[in-house]
């Protein structure tokens, strides 16, 4: 019939409700499925780039028969002062010539350019931000302002460039100097300083010792240029660079009543632990539970204890 009224064919306010909300909880339900997809597609890329780093190290032990040191150390008159790490050693290895041979470090020090008026286009070496040194999952800004860099006085000229992966220095403190002397110390890790450790100084087995690990913002991450003091092992120091196994993976240390110690470890924003680079250049991710003596064994290279990597 012409003037039949016609049933209306739009949703009711409830029905509007009901999808609304079915909709909410399919969000709901689905976000966490999406960010844990996204974290291990941003695990797996630090998985390969610790592995990158594996392979330069063996490339660099290749060409110079024994790792890079930790950090160079050039005597006792220059205690105190910042020097080339680790990570700048093994740039060539890492398709990094360019910024390598701009940063002239087998001839100069890291102390003559990380002053308040460095050689024109220093500061700018010193903060090229390196993907390859950084985990995809950090929060770090590319210029470490998290913790200074060296001594005081006087206060630090400038941020250096993140790092998210500290070479392993064993357990103890992997100062320069002992006492002042101009020896080295030994803590059994593969990088301290003028450490040089060739492969069959690893007695403990490839398989079985720490090369390096992730350090996220949580503990003031790293910075690839070095160490900000070459005799110590503060924060601001031989750590801006290097950790130590002694301590525990992610360990809340500000809780724990020990602030001073949370830059000297290995953390990761990786839920449940952190990405690891061995010896043998294997990579291998560590529980935040893994027991702390097998940590510390894993950490020397000749501690007459080979464990088996959890």
């Not at 064993?170 to 040089?196: I, K, M, Y």
Request: with cysteine.
């Amino acid at each position: 019939m012409a003037g039949a009224h016609r049933k209306s064919s739009a949703f009711t306010l409830v029905e509007l409700l009901v999808v609304i909300a079915i909709i909410g909880i399919l969000v709901a339900l689905l976000l966490p499925a999406i960010q844990a997809a996204r974290e291990a597609a941003r695990r797996t890329e630090c998985n390969n780039k610790l592995k990158q780093i594996g392979v330069a190290l063996h490339n660099y032990h290749d060409a110079h028969k024994a790792f890079p040191a930790g950090f160079v150390y050039r005597g006792s008159s220059t205690d105190g002062q910042p020097e080339w790490g680790w990570a700048v050693a093994i740039m060539p290895q890492l398709e990094l010539d360019s910024l390598y041979d701009g940063l002239e470090s087998t001839r100069n020090r890291l102390s003559q350019y990380y002053i308040a008026s460095p050689p024109a286009g220093m500061q700018a070496l010193l903060q090229t931000p390196i993907p390859a040194y950084r985990c995809p999952s950090d929060i770090t800004k590319p210029l470490n302002n998290l913790i200074r860099f060296g001594r005081d006085p006087p206060p630090p000229p400038y941020p250096l460039a993140t790092s998210n992966y500290v070479a392993c220095a064993g357990t103890t403190c992997p100062d320069a100097t002992a006492g002042g002397a101009s020896t080295t110390r030994d803590p059994l890790g593969l990088f301290f300083g003028n450490s040089w450790m060739n492969f069959k100084e690893i007695l403990d087995g490839t398989s079985s010792t720490i090369a390096a690990g992730e350090r996220s913002a949580s503990h003031f991450a790293a910075v690839w240029a070095g160490v900000g003091s070459n005799n110590s092992y503060g924060n601001e120091y031989t750590a801006r660079t290097l950790g130590r196994a002694g301590f525990l993976i992610n360990w809340d240390y500000v809780w724990s009543g020990a602030p001073e110690n949370r830059g000297k470890g290995f953390a990761s924003y990786h839920p449940g632990g952190a990405n690891f680079v061995l010896a043998d250049a294997s990579v291998r991710f560590f529980s935040q539970n893994t027991n702390s003596s097998v940590m510390q064994d894993l950490g020397r290279r000749a501690d007459g204890n080979s464990v088996t990597v959890p």
